[in-house]
């Protein structure tokens, strides 16, 4: 065979031979979407963030109520989350700081942000599309501890909206102690209608804050009466009708 013959069967190359060119870049994916939080999840996030937004209320009233505001701003910041993991991860991290704080607080007898951290927990892994059974359960068992948590609510908000709601009939008037203490002002005090007396704080210095309450059926005339006999007490300070959240 001389040289160039091509031998049998040997296919002759086709085209051109050369080195290859550089491939064409691939097309870029598809951004993926993170797992979303299933409404379910975040329905329960919500019942958690209510009971926790109850104590905080209670600052219109007391400011112990501001010591709430830090767990019920973790709590709500579960609501503007998106992705899954995220979610389950924060829902068991404040779930677990609640949960510690809640035991805490047990102590002074309050037991406010245990529901939270109690439905916090369920509703990490109360995701339909993986375990619809455990999902049903853990849904179940929250909104039984959020109706129990409201009927709780209102069972203390009631008698506080109705004394709230109550007239005042009563006065402070600020004294020196030794008129305070000189003896029982009852008997001068009975016949313009009070019905109690008592310290309601110190004043200033060696002073006391008096309390005084009055029928609630004494004329305007009677209760000016009342108002003159408690500005005429030696050493006596300016009288002051009290408020519905307590007197001056």
């Known amino acids: 065979m001389e040289n160039g013959d091509i031998a049998d069967g040997q296919l002759e190359p086709v085209g051109p031979v050369g080195p290859v060119g550089p491939a064409e870049p691939a097309e870029p994916a598809e951004p993926v979407e993170p797992?979303?939080?299933h409404w379910l999840q975040r329905s329960?996030?919500?019942a958690a963030a209510f009971l926790a937004a109850v104590p905080v209320a209670c600052a219109l009233l007391n400011p112990m109520g501001l010591v709430f505001l830090l767990p019920f701003a973790a709590v709500a910041w579960l609501l503007f989350l998106r992705d899954r993991a995220s979610f389950r991860a924060t829902c068991h991290g404040v779930g677990i700081v609640l949960t510690l704080f809640g035991v805490l607080l047990t102590c002074f007898g309050m037991f406010v942000v245990i529901p939270s951290a109690v439905i916090l927990l369920l509703a990490a892994s109360a995701?339909?599309?993986r375990r619809p059974v455990l999902a049903r359960v853990h849904a179940g068992i929250a909104v039984a501890v959020t109706a129990a948590a409201t009927v709780g609510v209102v069972y203390?908000?009631?008698p506080v909206a109705k004394d709230l709601l109550k007239p005042v009939h009563s006065y402070s008037v600020e004294v020196p102690d030794d008129v305070y203490g000189s003896g029982d002002w009852m008997p001068e005090l009975q016949p313009y209608g009070v019905t109690g007396i008592g310290s309601h704080g110190a004043g200033s210095g060696t002073r006391t804050r008096v309390k005084v309450t009055y029928d609630e059926n004494l004329t305007e005339a009677e209760?000016?009466?009342l108002r003159e006999f408690l500005s005429a007490l030696p050493g006596a300070g300016p009288v002051k009708p009290c408020g519905r959240l307590g007197c001056d």
Do not use: H, K, N, Q
């Open 35 to 37: 797992d979303s939080v």
């Open 44 to 46: 329960m996030a919500g």
């Open 127 to 129: 995701d339909p599309r």
């Open 156 to 158: 203390v908000a009631v």
């Open 223 to 225: 209760r000016a009466a």
